[in-house]
């Protein structure tokens, strides 16, 4: 998708529509208002997958419901019922909310068309369905997923922890001040968005089902696992893997290891990564490219620091 010539026009149009909805936005304005924050990336997201269509804030601000009803998603059945299924409602509702978000846009018709042109044993009864699917994973993986990167993005620019980020994970080393921070993510956008994702994933886990039957240690005794059993790795703590990553708590996005980081499902840069990892996010472009529209706008609205607090700040350093 990332490859046609309709995606790069979207693509191209966006910065215009980030800085004429939000003009002059800064560092600080992305991390006090965060409701706004996510209703931007949300217009983004839906501006690229949905053909161009800017949303207004109030359907914006219905499908930030997908970030921030994020906890509701991960809660064992168990813990759903015992909470009278509140959260399996709220999830319910923006379900129904997002389909009718789609239909006062109008974009019913993708919808129709999807639908006609998938092979019939997988063409849904309804388009209804196929647009309640779709969206699903447009709303929890695209909208949940590039939040989080962004929320996290805006505090670390400005030496801040994001909400939930446990303290004393992170060791910013010589990217000591805003300025230095704002530097590196100009040096090399992207890289500096993969290094955020890397200390703080915007998905911290994901499940698969073991192919075969499998020996695994846990707490010190082998046991046998079999083929089928359901099983969830942990991509927060992979991304830290001392084995892999040079001390990883340590924010570096010159790293030359940053590929390695399993955030999009896979190692997502490293040759042939669409081959090794099957199921590495198909979103990972698109994500990164919001992103990127987002912050590279944002840095250049933030005031440029004088030269004599660069003076003073490396005077500090030294100290
Ligand atoms: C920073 C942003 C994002 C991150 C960190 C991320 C990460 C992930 C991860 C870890 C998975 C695997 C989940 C699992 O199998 O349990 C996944 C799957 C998926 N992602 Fe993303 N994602 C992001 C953005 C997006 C975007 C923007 C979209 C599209 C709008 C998207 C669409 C999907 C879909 C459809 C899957 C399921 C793929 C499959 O199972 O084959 N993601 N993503």
Redesign the pocket.
């Known amino acids: 998708m990332h490859g046609s010539s309709s995606y790069q026009t979207r693509l191209k149009a966006l910065p215009g529509k980030i800085a004429e909805d939000w003009p002059k936005a800064t560092l600080s304005d992305l991390t006090e208002d965060k409701a706004r924050h996510q209703r931007l990336v949300v217009k983004c997201?839906f501006w690229m997958?949905m053909g161009g269509e800017w949303l207004s804030d109030s359907d914006a601000a219905i499908l930030t419901g997908w970030r921030t009803n994020a906890s509701f998603f991960i809660l064992p059945r168990f813990v759903q019922r015992l909470a009278f299924n509140f959260g399996i409602n709220k999830i319910k509702q923006l379900r129904i909310d997002t389909v009718k978000v789609i239909e006062r846009r109008r974009q019913q018709d993708l919808f129709f068309e999807m639908n006609n042109a998938l092979p019939p044993r997988f063409r849904r009864d309804t388009v209804v369905q196929l647009c309640d699917e779709t969206m699903y994973?447009?709303g929890f993986?695209?909208?949940?997923?590039?939040c989080?990167?962004c929320e996290t993005t805006a505090a670390f620019m400005q030496k801040q922890l994001p909400d939930e980020f446990p303290s004393g994970q992170v060791n910013f080393g010589g990217y000591d001040s805003k300025a230095k921070m704002i530097e590196a993510y100009k040096k090399d956008n992207r890289a500096y968005l993969k290094e955020c994702?890397r200390i703080d994933?915007?998905?911290t886990?994901?499940?698969?089902v073991l192919k075969e039957n499998q020996d695994i240690i846990l707490n010190g005794v082998w046991k046998e696992f079999q083929a089928g059993t359901l099983r969830q790795y942990t991509?927060s703590l992979a991304n830290r893997d001392e084995k892999t990553f040079e001390q990883p708590k340590v924010f570096n996005p010159l790293r030359t290891d940053l590929n390695q980081a399993?955030?999009?499902?896979g190692a997502y840069g490293t040759p042939g990564d669409e081959k090794n990892y099957?199921?590495?996010?198909?979103?990972?472009y698109?994500?990164?490219d919001?992103?990127t529209a987002i912050f590279d706008l944002v840095v250049n609205n933030e005031p440029v620091p004088k030269n004599h607090d660069l003076h003073m700040q490396s005077l500090t350093a030294q100290s």
């Open positions: 997201i997958m994973a447009v993986a695209g909208i949940g997923g590039t989080a990167m994702c994933p915007p998905v886990s994901a499940t698969s991509l399993l955030t999009w499902n099957p199921r590495i996010c198909p979103g990972r698109l994500s990164l919001v992103a």
